[in-house]
């Protein structure tokens, strides 16, 4: 074979120029992998650290600074002066702070919680589910004044209004019957309203909560629902706080006491983790919480 003189001076050049490109094409593959690796790691750092931040800002000291909505859902913007509004601005007490009951032991679950209500639950064991929800409609009510509406019916169908207890009165029970009797006792300082709701909390109930307040379709479900199971024992959550993306779909936040009376805790949600403390709307049948699963025909609403 004959190889001609200019192949021969080149030859040398073309091995080293070969090995340069052979070396420079693995060190683009190399790289490109490198590259590629480090930003899908990025981006899953990115993205974990963005959905932490989205849900929970631990610093938050009320409700919708503690809990930011899903990405693609804007929380619902209310009125200053509505119930849903105080609700969201309710305070809570510092992350992590555990649940305690009426005695001051500790709920025997501490997993079912995401924040705590900065609210005393009472120093007996009252202050149960359908108490809770009563308490804060009753609280909003007598910080805007409007006394004439903070009225819940006992068991028994007694009509418990607190104007009437504003004006003097007071509830008298001897078994099933109940009247109300004139007193002399003080009537419209916040002790006396208190105990007013302890009268409240002991005759009444999930079953005359239940009975006493108007249904609500899930689509039209709001701040300040209720879900509610009447029975003994029966159960009853509140809906603090809400969110909408562009196509309507709705996401909320719960908050429950339970028993014996407790802390007002802010649920988690067991059935997703990623979305947790959020509930959502879609597909909902059944809401499943962490110590009770209420059936979606079960949300009443405030009058």
């Given at each position: ?90 305070k809570l007490k510092p992350h992590d702070a555990k649940v305690h009951l009426y005695n001051g032991e500790l709920k025997y679950r501490q997993d079912v919680h995401s924040a705590v209500l900065d609210i005393d639950v009472g120093t007996r064991d009252l202050q149960q589910c359908a108490d809770a929800t009563m308490r804060l409609r009753a609280e909003y ?163």
């Amino acid at each position: 074979m004959v190889i001609s003189n200019k192949i021969l001076r080149e030859f040398p050049r073309y091995q080293y120029m070969k090995k340069l490109i052979y070396l420079f094409i693995n060190f683009s593959i190399i790289v490109s992998c490198q590259d590629s690796g480090r930003n899908i790691q990025t981006k899953t750092l990115f993205t974990a650290k963005v959905s932490t931040k989205q849900l929970l800002q631990k610093e938050g000291t009320i409700i919708k600074t503690r809990f930011n909505p899903p990405t693609g859902f804007s929380r619902l913007q209310t009125k200053s002066t509505s119930f849903a509004s105080y609700l969201q601005n309710f305070k809570l007490k510092p992350h992590d702070a555990k649940v305690h009951l009426y005695n001051g032991e500790l709920k025997y679950r501490q997993d079912v919680h995401s924040a705590v209500l900065d609210i005393d639950v009472g120093t007996r064991d009252l202050q149960q589910c359908a108490d809770a929800t009563m308490r804060l409609r009753a609280e909003y009510l007598y910080q805007q004044k409007q006394f004439d509406k903070i009225s819940f019916n006992f068991t028994n169908g007694f009509k418990a209004t607190y104007s009437k207890w504003r004006q003097g009165n007071r509830i008298k029970v001897n078994g099933n019957k109940v009247i109300w009797v004139t007193s002399n006792s003080e009537s419209t300082s916040y002790k006396s309203f208190r105990k007013y709701l302890v009268m409240v909390f002991s005759y009444a109930g999930t079953l005359s909560l239940a009975k006493e307040l108007p249904s609500v379709s899930l689509k039209n479900l709001e701040i300040g629902n209720i879900f509610i199971q009447g029975g003994s024992p029966g159960h009853a959550i509140i809906v603090v706080d809400m969110a909408k993306n562009e196509q309507g779909k709705k996401m909320f936040l719960l908050a429950q006491s339970y028993m014996p009376a407790q802390e007002i805790h802010i649920l988690k949600n067991p059935n997703n983790t990623e979305l947790s403390p959020w509930y959502q709307t879609k597909n909902l049948e059944k809401l499943v919480t962490p110590e009770w699963t209420f059936s979606k025909e079960y949300i009443k609403g405030f009058k």
